[in-house]
């Protein structure tokens, strides 16, 4: 019989549950049995068929195959040719060292099949199951990073990248071990690559079992990396939480001048937080201390120049934490206490602490301002009280035009109490300048 179609290929569908009535002029087919064995005679005599293989452009997951020596992988397989079987026939499969595979079907033919409603599981296997653990070995060995953010409010919590339907889409994660080690598990890849859990969970162990040391680095692998980290077994943690070894002693080295192991928070601050690796590495280097160094590791690169070139700055001056956060928040940079250095005869780092207790209060007084203090005594020993001036602001704003933050901050510092600033507002005091020129002031340090 001659047609236009191709009746083979109409055969095979209609084993599976498709139609075409071209068919009709023939003997049916009536089994779905006949179909497989209609794909077995069209195996090639020359070997079995190779289907094309994941397009990935991460060149770690192109480096890798599913076999550490660069071989192919052989795994067995459940083939099932119904949605609603719960078993089907064993079968081998060959996983190529590109990720191709070799099937003992000719899965074109079964491609057809399924556009007419018929069903093989080998189809999900090849076209979603493989590609899925391809993508995934590098995270299972730790040669790519996770993709996890850290928020810190009230607490701490990390957050892995999300997929609809997951736990993780809605729920967070108490520590970067649990975030990452869920981006790793299968409940989370089914939900990510749309797979059937069985196939996954069979060639994510085929594979786990060619690569070995999923679970845990090299004993070799762990004593180097322990010796960077300061925590007990410290390289294990960090395993769990996505890092490899060799991330460990990378990220040791962008602490220059540190000779002492690291605390862990400063690899997962490397690893997550999207630090300018090269801004951190010169930020060290000016003051080499581990807790500077952890800090450091967690500030982002999208603060912007202006921000990580001020704390740059303070952060070399040897200021605390506390004082540089206040004078960054601020917008208070290094030039601020240069002038009043130059201006005053102070010390840069005192000039700068003097500035960081303001800014702790929310106040940038000037170079005039400080010179005023100094005169009474109140230039580097008075710390204004953050909630005294917010109390200042409130009352400030049934007057117009209202005072200045700081110059709210400097009245307070000269009068020595709020009632004292109050008294001078109702006079219609609104600055420094004002209070020095009325001659009517009450100083509390005379």
Same mark, same amino acid.
């Given at each position: 019989?001659? @047609? ?14 498709? &139609? ?38 991460? @060149? ?6 599913? /076999? ?44 057809? @099949? ?17 590609? *899925? ?14 993709? %996890? ?29 649990? /975030? ?42 762990? /004593?180097? =990396? ?9 390289? $294990?943690?960090?395993? =769990? ?13 962008? =602490? ?11 690899? %997962? ?27 450091? /590791? ?9 921000? %990580? ?27 601020? *206490? $240069? ?8 010390? %840069? ?18 170079? $005039? ?12 020993? &008075?710390?204004?009280?953050? @909630? ?7 009352? *400030?704003?049934? &007057? ?47």
């Amino acid at each position: 019989m001659r @047609a236009q179609h191709d009746l083979e290929a109409d055969r095979v569908a209609a084993a599976f549950g498709g &139609y075409t009535s071209c068919l009709r002029l023939e003997a049916p087919v009536t089994a779905a049995n006949d179909g497989l064995e209609l794909l077995a005679r069209r195996v090639p005599a020359d070997g079995p068929w190779t289907v094309g293989g994941l397009d990935e452009t991460e @060149a770690v997951t192109q480096s890798l195959g599913p /076999a550490p020596d660069g071989g192919p992988l052989e795994i067995r397989v459940e083939c099932r040719t119904s949605r609603t079987a719960s078993r089907g026939k064993q079968h081998s499969v060959v996983i190529e060292p590109d990720w191709t595979v070799r099937t003992p079907h000719d899965l074109e033919a079964e491609r057809v @099949a399924a556009a007419f409603g018929g069903f093989t599981s080998c189809l999900e296997l090849v076209d979603k199951v493989i590609p *899925a653990v391809q993508s995934t070995l590098p995270l299972l060995l730790r040669r790519r990073l996770a993709r %996890l953010t850290r928020t810190k409010d009230e607490r701490v919590i990390w957050s892995a990248v999300s997929v609809r339907g997951c736990r993780c889409h809605r729920g967070t994660f108490t520590s970067a071990r649990d /975030a990452a080690t869920h981006l790793r598990s299968p409940a989370h890849l089914v939900k990510q690559y749309a797979v059937s859990p069985r196939p996954l969970t069979n060639v994510l162990a085929a594979v786990e079992g060619a690569w070995g040391g999923i679970d845990a680095p090299t004993a070799e692998a762990r /004593a180097r =990396a322990d010796r960077v980290v300061r925590e007990f077994r410290g390289s $294990e943690s960090l395993w =769990a939480a996505g890092l490899h070894p060799e991330h460990v002693l990378e990220f040791a080295a962008l =602490a220059p001048g540190i000779d002492e192991p690291l605390p862990e928070a400063f690899f %997962l601050g490397v690893a997550y937080s999207g630090v300018d690796v090269t801004w951190l590495t010169a930020t060290v280097a000016s003051r080499p201390e581990t807790a500077g160094a952890a800090w450091l /590791a967690w500030v982002p690169a999208d603060k912007g120049s202006a921000y %990580l070139s001020a704390l740059q700055d303070w952060y070399s001056l040897g200021l605390s934490r506390r004082q540089i956060e206040a004078l960054t928040i601020e917008g208070v940079s290094i030039t601020a *206490a $240069e002038a009043l250095a130059r201006t005053t005869g102070r010390a %840069l780092r005192t000039g700068g602490a003097d500035l960081a207790a303001w800014a702790l209060a929310g106040c940038r007084p000037t170079v $005039e301002h400080f010179q005023v203090l100094d005169q009474h005594g109140l230039g580097s020993t &008075y710390s204004p009280s953050r @909630a005294a001036v917010d109390r200042l602001v409130e009352v *400030a704003q049934r &007057y117009s035009p209202s005072p200045s933050r700081t110059e709210l901050g400097v009245l307070l510092s000269l009068e020595g109490t709020q009632r004292g600033v109050e008294v001078q507002l109702e006079r219609g005091i609104r600055s420094m300048a004002e209070l020095i020129a009325t001659h009517r002031r009450t100083w509390h340090d005379s």
